[in-house]
Structures are given as C-alpha cells and as structure tokens.
C-alpha cells in the first residue's frame, strides 16, 4: 500500500493560514470518508485533530478544519501560531480493511 | 481517565522477536478496537495491525504480513504486538492507540526498539 502524499514542508507567518494537502486514491482516500489528521511534536504520541474528513475532535481549536474533493483530502490552519509547529499526518481506511498514513508534512511558524 | 500504558524500551539482535505490550484503564476494554502504528527514526507514520477486542479478530499491514502477530488478554486488558524475525528496518517506536471509529483518539506512549547487532 503506497503513502498518500503529502507536502513536505508548509510554512506560514503568525495570523495567517495554511492548507495542507493529502492525495490519495479512489481505493482510500477518495472511496470513504474515514480520512483523519494527526498532529505529532517531537518526541510525543500523534494527538488526534480530525476525523471523517471535517469533525474536530474533542478540545481541538476550530482553528483547524478540514475538507475533502475526489481524492485529495486537505486540512487547513487558520490564524497560525507558534504552537501549532509540528509535523501533521492524514490517514485514511483502505478498501483492503487496513489504514494508510500520509507521507507527512511539516508545518513551520516563521 | 482513558489511558494506554505501553511497556518498556528493548534492545534486541537481528533474527530474534520482540513482545510489546499495551495496558488499556479507564473504559471498558472490549468496546473499541486497537491498532499498532510505529515511526522510524526522522520517518512517517506506518500503519501495522488491529484487533477487534471483543472477538480477537486481527488485520495485519500486507508490508508486514506473517511477522506481526497481534494478541490480546481481557482479563489483564492488554493487548500484544509480537514482531518476529527482526531486522534493522525494525528499530523505531511502537505506539498503540484506540480505535473509536476509523479514528484513534488515545495512544500510548510509544516503545523504542532497537535492532542491533
């Protein structure tokens, strides 16, 4: 099972926002809504942002949202701070029943 | 509160196996499922295994398909990543994480091992 593909490196001044893209295929990505976005610091667990495409998970800042067209799932940043520095991975269900991550971006607050 | 304690870190030669285990407190183990991730040093995410806790059902990544073996003990609410016939490509850390629905809303703290001979 081949990565989807992400950017990787998306950088951005405070206040502003950035749009991350995460591509895939009609056998993951596009085939379901079942696609999530993991934010990962250094040296910590992932922590999950969103799930199904666009939800937010629990205490995540609505700052963070996220979309999908065909195959290309993108999760976007708005009002960019210097906390949200860290590397961020989609993931999404495969019609094999496995799961697939993203080949992950790193997002840097200039 | 929902925890995922994972056991500690391990040093192990190549050819050999390796156990990591994944305590689960805080809600009822049966109800969600688990899967193993691991990352590679300065590497991606990659997607290994789940397991139906209810049931024991397992899917394994095909990448890994025949060295990964997934178990699970109720009565302790742990679960089990063995990995078998380690090579170097295998040092990186190992999480788990619980599967609410299509998404994992809590993982452990990550298991280094490392393959060295």
């Known amino acids: 099972q081949s990565a989807l593909t992400q950017p990787a490196s998306v950088s951005g001044s405070p206040g502003q926002s950035i749009t991350i893209s995460c591509t895939g295929t009609s056998s993951d990505v596009g085939g379901y809504n079942y696609l999530s976005w993991y934010q990962q610091h250094p040296g910590k667990a992932p922590k999950l942002m969103i799930y199904d495409v666009s939800t937010r998970a629990s205490g995540v800042s609505t700052r963070f949202s996220g979309s999908k067209s065909g195959n290309t799932a993108s999760l976007t940043i708005s009002g960019l701070q210097a906390e949200d520095e860290a590397d961020y991975y989609c993931t999404s269900y495969t019609t094999r029943s496995t799961y697939v991550f993203g080949t992950g971006s790193k997002v840097t607050v200039l | 509160q929902v925890q995922l304690v994972q056991s500690g870190a391990e040093v192990k030669k190549p050819g050999a196996s390796v156990k990591v285990s994944c305590k689960a407190s805080g809600y009822i183990f049966t109800t969600y499922a688990i899967n193993w991730v691991r990352q590679a040093p300065g590497q991606r995410l990659e997607w290994m295994a789940w397991?139906?806790?209810?049931?024991?059902?397992?899917k394994y990544s095909e990448d890994l398909q025949g060295r990964v073996t997934i178990t699970r003990d109720t009565s302790a609410s742990t679960v089990y990543m063995e990995l078998s016939s380690l090579r170097s490509e295998d040092t990186a850390v190992y999480y788990c994480a619980r599967e609410r629905f299509r998404e994992w809303d809590y993982w452990g703290q990550g298991t280094l091992v490392t393959v060295s001979s």
């Open positions: 397991i139906n806790l209810s049931n024991g059902n397992t």
